[in-house]
């Protein structure tokens, strides 16, 4: 089913050829963890709650894959939130802008309208809007490049990044790393937060025991584990 959702979106012009050469690299690490969400990844999901209810501009980031997989997810977290979504492409065209932008409906998306750029990336990779990302605190990421998370985290802002590989330059760099498929991520952050809002105490206390680079060796402990594991000797 997700497959066929990607290959609908890449055929309506949503989603990039790049973007099914990206979810297959996804697929490989959703088999290693055994395509459930792991307790490292939860307990990730928990921190970008909290992050997300604690801060006071928080953007979810949209692009191709995750509109074709992931809609109405995105509007019930932002709704919960509440957050700003804007569709920010690393394939920019216009055409593709207005596409994501008409999916969404009569919800409010930011992004087809860039005032501004993140400084250091290349032109129309950077592009953004002032009110949405370039103003951000927290920005959630899903699927997202290496470069473009560097430059958001040096722009100070704190960023959640939802990516299947541990390994990869944007789980490295995020302040938050959730290792899950997206399509069980988003509804987990959303439970989470269904469960912090209102709970000031327990936000705080959840962002301060958060320990990343520490979550992320877990993620690689238990990728090892499993496959030891199924070794039949
Ligand atoms: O729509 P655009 O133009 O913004 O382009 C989007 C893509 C995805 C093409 C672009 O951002 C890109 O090239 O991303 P990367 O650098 O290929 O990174 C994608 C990362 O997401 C990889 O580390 C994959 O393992 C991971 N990934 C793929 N599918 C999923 C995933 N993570 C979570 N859930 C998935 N379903």
Redesign the pocket.
């Known amino acids: 089913m997700?497959r066929e959702k990607l290959v609908k979106g890449f055929k309506d012009g949503i989603?990039?050829p790049?973007?099914l050469?990206?979810?297959?690299?996804?697929?490989?690490?959703?088999y290693l963890i055994g395509e459930k969400t792991i307790p490292i990844a939860e307990k990730a999901e928990k921190a970008a709650a909290a992050y997300l209810l604690k801060a006071k501009n928080p953007v979810i980031s949209v692009?191709?894959?995750t509109?074709a997989?992931v809609k109405d997810d995105i509007i019930k977290l932002s709704r919960i939130v509440p957050a700003k979504i804007e569709v920010?492409?690393?394939?920019?065209t216009d055409e593709?802008i207005k596409k994501i932008v008409e999916m969404f409906g009569r919800v409010n998306i930011l992004g087809k309208k860039p005032d501004s750029k993140i400084p250091g990336i290349e032109h129309f990779r950077g592009l953004c809007c002032k009110e949405g990302i370039f103003s951000a605190d927290v920005v959630l990421v899903?699927?997202?490049?290496?470069d473009r998370v560097k430059a958001l985290a040096d722009m100070n802002k704190t960023v959640i990044a939802?990516?299947?590989?541990p390994l990869?330059r944007?789980?490295l760099t995020a302040n938050v790393t959730v290792v899950?498929?997206?399509?069980r991520?988003l509804k987990n952050i959303i439970k989470f937060c269904e469960k912090l809002k209102n709970n000031k105490a327990e936000i705080e206390e959840t962002i301060k025991k958060f320990d990343n680079k520490g979550n992320i060796d877990e993620a690689l402990k238990y990728i090892s584990k499993r496959l030891e594991d199924l070794v039949v000797v």
């Open positions: 997700i989603v990039v790049e973007g050469i990206a979810h297959g690299r996804g697929e490989a690490f959703d692009n191709g894959n509109a997989l920010n492409l690393f394939h920019r593709r899903m699927l997202e490049d290496g939802v990516d299947l590989s990869s944007t789980a899950d498929n997206v399509t991520a």
